[in-house]
C-alpha cells in the first residue's frame, strides 16, 4: 500500500504507501484522488511476483474458501489470493468507494466477480459490518494506519474463524528508485526527500514499520511463521517502474516541499518534469528497492479469544460483527 500515499488514512486502508502511499497516509480521508490508484495499480503491477511468494509462503493448513482482504486499495492482494486459491472467494474492505470501484471493474475484466464482494468500511469505527467467519483474513499495509492497533488486531482475531490464518504484510519504508549518486548535480537527493517524507509521516503513523509479532500475540494469536521479501527489481519493467517512481516521488514532494531545500527541491521538480532532459521518463537506470515482511498468526480454538471492544458486541465463532 505507498506512502501518499496518502494512503489516505486510517480510513482507507490501503496498500500504498506513498504509499502504500499528498497527505501522508495518516489521518486526512480522501477518496484516491491525485494519481493514488494508479500509484497502487503499479505497485500491484511491478510487485505482483513478491506479492505471489508471500501467497505461496503462508502456513496453511487447509485450503482457504473465505478470504478477507483489509484495506485492499484497488485489489493488488485480491487478486494474487484469487489466483493462488482457485476456489476460494474474497471480501475486499476498504475504506475508498474509488478503490473499490476500481477493484469491481478489474474483477469483470478478469472474468471474477461472482467471486469478489466489496465492502466499504472504516476499521477504525466502533460497529464493523459482517464480514462472515473468515479462514484467511490478509493485511498489507493496512494495519499501520489504524488509530488502535492492538483493539484492531482482537476484532482481527475475533472475526477470523478457528484454526484460521492473519497475514500482516508490512512495508520498510518508501521504495527507492534512483542510483545514490543520482541525480548528477545532488547526489543523495532520494535519500534526503525520504527521509523528510518519514519525518512527517512518523506523527501520523506511529507503527508503520513495526514489528507485529509481539503486537499479534498479545490479541490472542500464535505466530507461525516470520519472512522478509527483499525487493531489487531492474530492467524487466522499465516504463512501469519509471511511471511508479513518478507517481511516488511526487505525492511525496506535495507532502515535503515545505521541508526541503531549495536546491533539493529544484533538482527533484527537475526529475518530475516529463519534458527534462533530466527527468524520470528519460532515466535508463532505474530500480526498485524496498523490502517487506509478512507475519503468519493462527487464531487457536474457540477458548481461546482475548476480550474485543468493551462497546462491542461479544463475538465467537458462530456470532460475529
Known amino acids: 500500500m505507498l506512502w ?10 490501503n496498500h500504498t504507501h506513498t504509499p502504500h502511499h ?3 497516509h495518516g489521518h486526512h480521508h480522501e477518496d484516491a484522488t491525485d494519481g493514488q490508484a494508479e500509484i497502487l495499480d503499479l505497485d500491484a503491477e511491478v ?3 513478491h506479492t505471489a511468494s508471500i501467497t505461496a509462503w503462508l502456513p496453511l493448513r487447509t ?5 478477507v482482504d483489509l484495506g485492499c486499495g484497488t485489489g493488488a492482494g485480491t487478486f494474487a489470493l484469487l489466483d493462488r486459491f482457485p476456489g476460494a472467494h474474497v471480501t475486499a474492505v476498504d475504506a475508498s468507494a474509488e478503490h473499490l470501484r476500481r477493484l ?6 478478469r472474468g471474477v466477480q461472482e467471486r469478489v464482494r466489496t465492502v466499504r468500511a472504516d476499521l477504525d469505527e466502533a460497529a464493523w459490518p459482517d464480514l462472515g467467519s473468515p479462514d484467511l483474513i490478509w493485511a498489507s499495509a493496512s494495519m499501520h494506519h489504524m488509530a488502535r492497533p492492538d483493539r484492531t488486531l482482537r476484532d482481527v482475531h475475533g472475526v477470523l474463524a478457528p484454526g484460521g490464518l492473519f497475514a500482516v504484510v508490512e512495508l520498510a519504508g518508501h521504495p527507492r528508485f534512483l542510483p545514490e549518486n543520482a541525480p548528477d548535480d545532488r547526489p543523495g537527493l532520494e535519500e534526503r526527500v525520504h527521509a523528510a517524507a518519514d519525518r512527517r509521516q512518523a506523527a501520523h503513523m506511529p507503527h508503520r514499520g513495526a514489528d507485529w509479532g509481539p503486537m499479534l500475540t498479545a490479541a490472542g494469536f500464535t505466530v507461525e511463521g516470520e519472512r522478509t521479501i527483499t525487493v531489487h527489481l531492474e530492467g524487466s519493467r522499465g516504463e512501469a517502474i519509471g511511471r511508479y517512481a513518478t507517481g511516488v516521488l511526487r505525492r511525496i514532494r506535495s507532502a515535503t516541499a515545505d521541508m526541503l531545500s531549495p536546491e533539493d527541491l529544484t533538482a527533484l521538480d527537475r526529475l518530475l518534469d516529463p519534458g527534462s532532459p533530466h527527468g524520470i ?8 528497492r524496498t523490502e517487506r515482511t509478512v507475519w503468519a498468526a493462527r487464531r487457536d480454538g474457540v477458548g481461546h479469544r482475548p476480550s474485543g471492544r468493551a ?11
Open 4 to 13: 501518499t500515499h496518502t494512503r489516505p488514512s486510517v480510513k482507507s486502508m
Open 22 to 24: 499528498g497527505a501522508p
Open 47 to 49: 510487485l505482483a511476483e
Open 63 to 67: 485450503t482457504p474458501h473465505h478470504i
Open 104 to 109: 469491481r471493474t478489474k474483477a469483470r475484466a
Open 281 to 288: 521518463a528519460r532515466r535508463d537506470d532505474l530500480t526498485v
Open 311 to 321: 462497546s462491542g458486541p461479544t463475538r465467537s465463532a458462530t456470532s460475529r460483527r
